[in-house]
Nanobody, 121 residues
Framework: VQLQASGGGLVQPGGSLRLSCAAS????????TGWFRQAPGKVREGVAC??????MITDSVKGRFTISRDNAKNTVYLQMNSLKPEDTAVYYC?????????????????WGQGTQVTVSS
């Protein structure tokens, strides 16, 4: 199983980015897939999660971030709008072996390599 996260970069406050998480060797539509982030000196936190029947978005990004999936491309996306400096972190995608969303990172078995998002003027 390989997850390839991409799409990070440097953006000004108020800007947008779309992160992608492409999977190989694993059918993402059958399992929950999440996005986590970790800022320097902080614990890893769940940002968004999608299963076949559920979507979870953490309160700090509700109304700004959306998670979606392209089953044909076996890819999960995180659209991030109205970005703030406090969104700066390394973003990771991860997937589980069950179709249940969670923000508890030990529930996730497979992880991508992380992509840096920096929001700064």
């Amino acid at each position: 199983v390989q997850l390839q996260a991409s799409g990070g970069g440097l953006v000004q406050p108020g800007g947008s980015l779309r992160l992608s998480c492409a999977a190989s060797g694993y059918n993402l539509p059958y399992y929950a897939t999440g996005w986590f982030r970790q800022a320097p000196g902080k614990v890893r936190e769940g940002v968004a999660c999608m299963s076949s029947s559920d979507v979870m978005i953490t309160d700090s990004v509700k109304g700004r971030f959306t998670i979606s999936r392209d089953n044909a491309k076996n890819t999960v996306y995180l659209q991030m709008n109205s970005l703030k400096p406090e969104d700066t972190a390394v973003y990771y995608c991860a997937t589980t072996t069950v179709d249940i969303c969670s923000f508890y990172y030990p529930d996730f078995n497979y992880w991508g390599q992380g992509t840096q998002v920096t929001v700064s003027s």
